[in-house]
């Protein structure tokens, strides 16, 4: 089945910095990648997704990419700010309502 | 529209006890999943349902944990009896079966077994 790893773990930054979190992934059959944050004590909410006809994709301060070949994609956050202080997933899926496997996870500390 | 509902937030129960989790989906989807997420680490299925049939429960420690969705939209996860490694957040999420794969997740129940 497929298998998620996530890196790094934690991960601090100063406010304005970029924030890189990686993922790789283990299934060729996948074509879904989406990314969810967690606040504390919070539902994971969807940020931003792609899929694997795209390669990357940006929503202003968020970017994905996406290399299929390497069975891998990333999340950028630009201009970080302390609210984007959260834990972040990556989760990998086959289209079409199939589940979402998950990574264990970053969290990001913006500081101040 | 309204998220997904779920109920209760928090429950704590002592080991070999039973104890049920509800979850409403967002209206009209279709796909219901049941995530168990343990402290540190990313949410994990536990079983998908496509209306009231099951999809996936290949995951689902079927010798204490049962889940249903008799008619299609409210769903409850039961265990029956309780380990100290089942304390956990219960996530419940839905998806539209019109080609959309994005999963709505509700707030989640945390479960401590003591």
């Known amino acids: 089945g497929e298998n998620v790893e996530q890196h790094p773990s934690t991960l601090s930054v100063q406010e304005g910095d970029s924030a890189v979190i990686k993922c790789t992934y283990s299934?060729?059959?996948?074509?879904?990648f989406p990314w969810y944050k967690q606040e504390l004590g919070k539902r994971p909410q969807l940020i931003i997704d792609i899929r694997s006809n795209v390669g990357e994709k940006k929503d202003q301060r968020i970017a994905v990419t996406l290399n299929k070949t390497a069975k891998h994609f990333s999340l950028h956050i630009t201009e970080t700010q302390p609210e984007d202080s959260a834990v972040y997933f990556c989760a990998a899926s086959i289209s079409g309502n199939t589940p979402l496997v998950f990574g264990k996870g970053t969290r990001l500390s913006v500081i101040a | 529209e309204a998220g997904v509902a779920q109920s209760p937030r928090y429950k704590i129960i002592e080991k070999r006890q039973s104890v049920a989790f509800w979850c409403n989906p967002i209206s009209g989807h279709a796909t219901l999943y049941w995530y168990q997420q343990i402290l540190g680490q990313g949410p994990k299925l536990l079983i998908q349902?496509?209306?009231?049939?099951?999809?996936?429960d290949s995951q689902l420690p079927k010798d204490r944990f049962s889940a249903e969705r008799l008619k299609g939209v409210d769903s409850t996860l039961k265990i029956q009896p309780a380990k100290l490694e089942d304390s956990a957040v219960y996530l419940c999420?839905?998806?539209?079966?019109?080609?959309?794969?994005?999963?709505?997740f509700g707030p989640g129940t945390r479960l401590t077994v003591l």
């Open positions: 999420a839905s998806s539209s079966s019109a080609g959309s794969d994005t999963q709505y």
């Open positions: 299934d060729s059959a996948s074509n879904y």
């Open positions: 349902f496509q209306n009231n049939g099951v999809v996936d």
